[in-house]
């Protein structure tokens, strides 16, 4: 178990899933078998896109039940629409806020939250605070579609995001996609904590899912498998840096 960054470092090795399609019946059963088999032993956390207006709501906190059972459980917001993740109007922190009080009267608490996207400003990041959740928009990588400005977070290894006003938010930068994880097998894994991501919808392309698999498979063979919540839990990390300085 990770408690220092001096003990970390080198080590270990998480994995999580954006559940954006929870209630398509074909992509959830192809995430719900990858769950349970644990691909390298990874208990892969799902980081679940809530239900939009007109969604079934009840099918919907079956899965996410099913899924919080298996591994760690987050919330994934899309500000837009389902299939339009960062915010195009309207406050985005309030929306947070506001799953994130419909997810605890359902009695689902996330320990995790991941912005649509990779979008996160300062006003989501202190309402992510404030729900008692830790992060992982920030990546180690800047997304190619992202125009210049576009909010976003960039970090290499985990940290204390310090908010002011006695505020400050954990944060386990996302490191791989699948076709990096692919990409880099056999490459050195310098950074101190791998995180490695997909889609739920890469599961419904055969040679995208066996990559993924396979690439979990030789992760966990390279680094000590932890899971998120395990790091949130353990893991003191070292460095406190300034929201502002953060963004890239």
Request: overall charge neutral; glycine content about 8%; aromatic content about 8%.
């Amino acid at each position: 178990m990770p408690h220092t960054g001096h003990i970390l470092h080198g080590r270990y090795a998480v994995a999580s899933c954006h559940v954006e399609r929870p209630l398509d019946d074909d992509v959830w059963r192809r995430f719900s078998v990858l769950q349970e088999r644990r691909p390298g032993g990874f208990a892969i956390a799902a980081l679940m896109r809530p239900p939009a207006d007109g969604e079934n709501e009840e099918r919907w906190l079956e899965r996410a039940r099913e899924a919080r059972a298996r591994a760690p459980f987050g919330l994934h917001t899309h500000w837009t629409a389902a299939s339009h993740a960062r915010p195009t109007a309207g406050d985005p922190a309030a929306l947070v806020s506001e799953q994130g009080r419909w997810l605890d009267s359902v009695g689902l608490r996330p320990t995790f939250f991941c912005g649509g996207g990779w979008y996160l400003d300062e006003g989501v990041a202190v309402a992510v605070a404030d729900l008692g959740y830790a992060d992982c928009t920030a990546t180690a990588f800047r997304p190619g579609y992202l125009v210049p400005g576009a909010p976003h977070l960039q970090l290499d290894e985990p940290a204390w995001l310090d908010l002011g006003q006695d505020r400050r938010l954990f944060e386990v930068p996302t490191t791989h996609s699948i076709g990096m994880l692919a990409r880099g097998l056999l490459a050195p894994l310098r950074r101190p904590v791998v995180h490695a991501y997909f889609h739920d919808t890469d599961l419904l392309d055969r040679r995208r899912a066996a990559a993924l698999r396979a690439g979990l498979s030789f992760l966990g063979l390279r680094r000590t498998v932890s899971d998120l919540d395990e790091l949130q839990r353990d893991l003191r990390p070292e460095k406190t840096m300034s929201f502002a300085n953060s963004r890239a």
